[in-house]
C-alpha cells in the first residue's frame, strides 16, 4: 500500500499534474477561434489547418467572381434593349432547332442574328472624348415668356471626333440634339426651347450622349452635366399699396384709438393714478394746478394675411385657378416689397383615405420675393383640399395679429360661404374676398363685415383695389 501511495506521488512529481486534470485537456483543446462569429466560423467552424483555409480561400475568390459577374450583369442589363433581349433569346434557339430538325432557314436567321449582335457589341466599345456644358440663361421665368437652354460641345483632343446623339430631357419632353465631327479645338453649340405655357417647376438635363447600334440591339448612355432645376411663375400685376391695420409699429399709420403710450400726440388730460410720471406735461401742470398727461393716438401696421382656397369645388375652370395664383401673388409681392408683416397660407390637402378631414394650411415662404413666387409655381388644386371657409377659420386661429385678410378664391364659392369665411376673424379684421371669374362683371359689394371684389381679368385687381381703399 505505501509503495503505491509512494508510487504515485512520484508521478505527480515528474509530471506536475495528474494526466487526467480538465484543466489539462482544456489547455490541449482549446483553439483561437473559440467565440468568434464571422465568415470563416460560419463557413468552417472552428476547424483549422491547411483544408479548412483552402475551403475558406475557396469561397473567399466564388464571392468576388460573384461580385464582378453581378456588376457585369447589371451594365450588361442597362445597355441591351428589348429588342435586343429578344434576339439574344432567339439565336442559341434557333441554332439548335436548326441544326437539329435541317432548317436551312433558321440556320440562316441564327447566323444573322449573331452577326448582329457581334456588331452591335462594337458600337459599345469606346467613349467620346468631349466636353459638354449645359447652359440656362435664367433660373426663373414668368409663365409665357421666352426661355432657351444651349448645350455647348467642344473637342480637347488632338484628332478628329466623329459626331454623336445628345438627348437633353428637358420635363416631361426631350430634345435631341445630333452633333458634326468636330476638328481640334472645334466647338458646337445649340439652343433649345423650354416650354413656358404654364407655371410650374421644370427640371432640364441632364445631358447625356447615346451610343446605340442601328437596329437598336444595344443602347448606352453617358451623363455629362448635372441637371437644372427651372421655376416658372404665376403672372403678377403692381397693385396700389395695402397699408392698414392694427400692428403697433413706428412706421404704422394713426388711429383713432386713443392710448396712453405712442409716437403720434393727441392731447392732454388730467392725470390718472396708474399713468406714467414720464408723460406728465409740466407746463400745461403749471397752469391749470392739475397734473396733466399726454394722450396719443394708436399708431398700427398692417399684418395682412393672403389665403389661397386649392379646393376644386371653389374654381369652375383652370383659368379661374390660375388667375387667383396670379392674384396671391400680386397682393404678395405687393406687401413684401412695402416691408409689411405679411402670411401666405394655402389649403392643405385631406389623404384618399383618411377617416376624417385634416383642418390644417401650409405656409409659403415669404422671405423674398423669389421665393413666394418659387411657392406659388408649384401649388396645384385638389378634390379633397380645403375650402375657402375652412381655410379662414385655421388661418384666423394659427395666424396673431391680423389686420387685413385676403380671402381668394373663384366662383365656386357661394355669398353665403364667403360670409361664413368672414366670420371666423375676429372683430376689427378687415376681410376682402377676391372672387376670379372671367365671366361675370367686375365690382365691389359691401356685405356685413365683409368687401367682395369681382374680377374678370387679373388688370381689374388694380381697379379693383383702388376703388375699395377709397370706399
Known amino acids: 500500500m505505501t509503495d503505491r501511495i509512494d508510487q504515485s506521488r512520484a508521478g505527480r512529481g515528474r509530471t506536475g499534474t495528474a494526466p487526467w486534470s480538465s484543466s489539462r485537456f482544456d489547455q490541449q483543446t482549446e483553439t483561437g477561434t473559440d467565440g468568434l462569429t464571422n465568415a470563416r466560423t460560419r463557413i468552417v467552424g472552428t476547424r483549422t489547418g491547411f483544408l479548412a483555409d483552402a475551403v475558406v480561400e475557396l469561397v473567399r475568390v466564388a464571392g468576388s467572381f460573384g461580385v464582378l459577374a453581378r456588376r457585369f450583369w447589371l451594365r450588361l442589363a442597362a445597355v441591351v434593349t428589348p429588342v435586343g433581349w429578344t434576339l439574344i433569346a432567339v439565336v442559341p434557339l434557333a441554332f439548335v432547332f436548326g441544326y437539329v430538325l435541317g432548317w436551312v432557314e433558321l440556320i440562316t436567321i441564327a447566323w444573322a442574328g449573331g452577326v448582329l449582335i457581334v456588331i452591335a457589341l462594337v458600337y459599345l466599345i469606346g467613349r467620346n472624348p468631349l466636353a459638354i456644358q449645359l447652359r440656362v440663361a435664367h433660373s426663373r421665368i414668368v409663365v409665357g415668356e421666352a426661355a432657351v437652354g444651349e448645350v455647348v460641345v467642344e473637342n480637347p483632343r488632338p484628332r478628329r471626333v466623329l459626331g454623336a446623339s445628345i438627348e437633353i430631357p428637358v420635363g416631361a419632353g426631350l430634345a435631341a440634339v445630333t452633333t458634326p465631327s468636330l476638328r481640334r479645338g472645334a466647338r458646337f453649340a445649340h439652343e433649345f426651347v423650354i416650354p413656358t405655357l404654364r407655371r410650374g417647376r421644370i427640371t432640364v438635363g441632364p445631358v447625356r450622349t447615346i451610343r446605340a447600334d442601328p437596329i437598336g440591339l444595344v443602347r448606352r448612355e453617358l451623363v455629362w452635366t448635372d441637371p437644372f432645376e427651372i421655376f416658372i411663375h404665376p403672372r403678377t400685376i403692381a397693385i396700389p399699396s395695402t397699408s392698414t391695420g392694427f400692428v403697433h409699429d413706428l412706421e404704422g399709420n394713426a388711429t383713432r384709438d386713443l392710448t396712453n403710450s405712442d409716437v403720434s400726440f393727441h392731447a392732454l388730460r388730467e392725470y390718472q393714478p396708474g399713468d406714467e410720471r414720464r408723460y406728465i406735461h409740466w407746463k400745461s401742470s403749471a397752469k391749470t394746478g392739475t397734473y396733466m398727461v399726454r394722450q396719443f393716438e394708436e399708431t398700427r401696421r398692417s399684418h395682412i394675411v393672403i389665403a389661397l382656397s386649392l379646393a376644386r369645388g371653389d374654381y369652375a375652370t383652370d383659368d379661374e385657378f390660375e388667375m387667383a395664383v396670379s392674384v396671391t401673388g400680386s397682393l404678395g409681392v405687393r406687401a413684401i416689397r412695402d416691408a409689411r408683416n405679411i402670411s401666405v397660407v394655402v389649403s392643405e390637402t385631406t389623404p384618399d383615405f383618411a377617416k376624417r378631414k385634416v383642418l390644417a394650411v401650409r405656409p409659403l415662404s415669404t422671405l423674398t420675393r423669389a421665393r413666394l413666387l418659387d411657392d406659388l409655381a408649384v401649388v396645384e388644386s385638389g378634390e379633397t383640399a380645403l375650402a375657402i371657409t375652412d381655410v379662414a377659420r385655421v388661418a384666423a ?48 359689394r359691401k356685405l356685413a363685415g365683409l368687401s367682395v371684389l369681382t374680377i374678370g381679368y387679373l388688370e381689374d385687381l388694380q381697379k379693383s383695389l383702388a376703388r375699395s381703399a377709397a370706399a
Open 397 to 444: 386661429e394659427q395666424v396673431a395679429g391680423i389686420s387685413v385678410a385676403f380671402l381668394v378664391c373663384g366662383s365656386g364659392a357661394t355669398p353665403s360661404e364667403l360670409r361664413a369665411a368672414s366670420t371666423k376673424f375676429p372683430a376689427g379684421v378687415e376681410v376682402v374676398a377676391i372672387v376670379c371669374d372671367p365671366d361675370s362683371i367686375p365690382g365691389l
